[in-house]
């Protein structure tokens, strides 16, 4: 397994990074806490992780209310092994309980995280979401204060925008970004991307596969399979329900097929084909979900094949 270095924050990250956001849950929503994988469920995706050379677990405070960082702390210590670890805070652990970036719920949510994990520090500890109520000095400064105490190596930001970066950038330098991109959510192409390379921060993304849009198991006019992100958190994506997506994606399919490989392989493959992409986040639901991105790494794509896959989407 390949490995990246994230910046000039001493932290190297493999270029697969494991999600681990529906281990107990479903993400941060309250509604879901308890779903998604159970104990023994997600034990089997981190052992086969694991077993690929991915060593990178990606999770958050609030993923299952806690839940998702309790079952990795369990299975480190059944396994002996110690994965580099990126967790988050800024949301609710329950339904009406606090949120943000606060100094001093900062200090309280990172001395929760390293007890259900039953480690002394992390790796990478990120702002799950921007702040608006809290002074971005009042975050940096609680961040690089973990970094002192030697809670944390390093520091990062998820969901912001490229303005939300370039105002924390007046106080303090992210080690990474991890926002969604992929060829169905290209919104950071109008500057973050180019932000993070000009400040050499390491872009992570999350959401490859758009869901589960560009895997190809969502078909025209039929609903969306039992379990699957569209029929339970449909949301976020239901944008994407438009005949020109459609088309896209059997075109996607045709390329994929015509290389020997699936949809879901290809457009990994071209995310990591982004020079400015450092690792990907991929959420697998199943051990053997974790296949196309180990595909993908094994069939890389050249420039050319890359800006033709992105013209589909574009």
């Known amino acids: 397994m390949e490995r990246r270095q994230l910046g000039g924050s ?4 493999s270029r697969i990074i494991l999600g681990c956001g529906n281990f107990g849950g479903i993400g941060s929503a309250p509604e879901f806490f308890g779903q998604g ?5 997600a034990f089997r995706i981190m052992d086969a992780a694991w077993e690929l050379g991915i060593t990178t677990f990606d999770t958050a405070d609030a993923y299952g209310g806690g839940q998702s960082e309790t079952i990795i702390g369990k299975w480190m210590a059944s396994r002996g ?5 990126a967790t988050k805070t800024f949301n609710p652990m329950a339904a009406g309980q606090d949120q943000g970036l606060a100094r001093a719920r900062i200090g309280r949510q990172i001395g929760s995280s390293l ?5 002394d520090a992390v790796d990478l500890y990120l702002a799950h979401e921007f702040d608006p109520d809290v002074p971005i000095e009042e975050t940096v400064a609680a961040f690089e204060g973990l970094i002192e105490l030697r809670l944390i190596k390093a520091y990062g930001v998820s969901n912001f925008s490229a303005e939300q970066l370039v105002e924390m950038l007046v106080s303090g330098k992210p080690a990474l970004v991890q926002n969604s991109y992929s060829l169905l ?6 500057g973050l991307v180019q932000l993070c390379a000009e400040f050499g921060i390491a872009y992570t993304p999350f959401g490859p596969l758009a869901g589960g849009w560009l895997t190809g198991k969502y ?3 039929e609903p969306a399979p039992e379990g699957s992100r569209m029929a339970m958190r449909p949301g976020p994506y239901e944008h994407l329900r438009r005949p020109e997506t459609f088309t896209a994606l059997d075109r996607l399919a045709e390329i994929a097929e015509r290389r020997g490989v699936d949809s879901a392989t290809l457009a990994i493959a071209w995310l990591l084909a982004q020079p400015g992409v450092t690792a990907v986040v991929v959420g697998p639901r199943r051990p053997q979900h974790l296949e196309p991105a180990l595909r993908a790494l094994e069939h890389p794509m050249s420039a050319a094949d890359a ?4 013209a589909l989407f574009a």
């Open 10 to 13: 001493g932290v190297e990250v």
């Open 37 to 41: 994988e159970n104990e023994e469920e």
């Open 81 to 85: 092994v110690r994965p580099q670890i």
């Open 115 to 119: 007890d259900r994990l039953g480690v």
């Open 185 to 190: 959510a290209r919104g950071d192409e109008d």
């Open 219 to 221: 078909k025209r006019d």
């Open 307 to 310: 800006e033709e896959v992105g």
